[in-house]
């Protein structure tokens, strides 16, 4: 009788453990999406309020060179990314929302220091959630646009916009300074050289648009599809 109560009492004990662990985490983890929310909202907000600001620089650019507006819509109708587009989930580098946001890209044709004049180039937002240590960036979020601007110079190398043409296979990158979160810099690649008829090197960097400072460097190849 006595093993029967103390079994009990076990039993009862571990499923009430057990009933309090999931709840505890049910309602964690409703808080921690809550908060999720609500940071993607403020990295959104603050994102939307740097498009509003004037970035010289970059309008310099489209005052002093001809180019194409590189935009696409996936990166900011949701709704219809993961409808009739197709996709799951958001863009990693340029919807509104995310951690370190390309704002725009643009493709300049006719630059003096690039092969056949191409340079893609944009501003970046490197939002609170790219944040690591204390006021500074993860330098994750550093590799991950030079990435995606190695990958669209490629899509562009043509000269044409042509996404998803291609993909890259190589990417080499150089973290060189800390980025501070809320900072606004500028993004650029050209291509370096062409190998045959699918594979394009490319390179590209991270700078401060006014002191030039650079703050990543990246070098990568891109491989076009077989036709």
């Not at 725009?104 to 220091?113: A, G, K, P, Q, W």
Request: hydrophobic content about 35%; proline content about 2%; overall charge neutral.
């Amino acid at each position: 009788f006595i093993f029967n109560y103390f079994l009990i009492l076990s039993q009862s004990y571990y499923f009430y453990n057990i009933n309090y662990f999931y709840s505890s985490n049910s309602s964690n983890t409703s808080l921690f999406n809550k908060k999720q929310r609500n940071l993607c909202k403020m990295s959104s907000e603050l994102s939307n309020k740097t498009e509003l600001q004037s970035l010289k620089w970059f309008e310099n650019l489209k005052d002093s060179y001809k180019y194409k507006q590189v935009k696409m819509r996936e990166w900011n109708d949701l709704e219809w990314r993961n409808g009739e587009g197709g996709f799951s989930g958001r863009d990693f580098c340029h919807s509104p929302d995310a951690s370190v946001r390309i704002i725009d890209y643009i493709l300049i044709e006719n630059h003096d220091s690039c092969i056949n004049g191409l340079k893609l180039v944009g501003p970046v937002y490197f939002s609170p959630n790219a944040e690591s240590h204390r006021g500074l960036c993860h330098g994750g979020s550093m590799c991950a646009i030079i990435d995606d601007v190695l990958g669209w110079m490629g899509f562009c190398s043509s000269g044409e916009i042509l996404p998803w043409s291609g993909y890259t296979v190589q990417v080499n990158t150089s973290l060189r300074k800390s980025v501070e979160v809320g900072s606004i810099l500028q993004l650029e690649a050209w291509i370096d050289r062409f190998e045959g008829n699918r594979k394009v090197w490319i390179k590209g960097l991270l700078k401060n648009s006014e002191t030039n400072e650079i703050y990543c460097q990246g070098d990568g190849l891109f491989l076009k599809s077989l036709a």
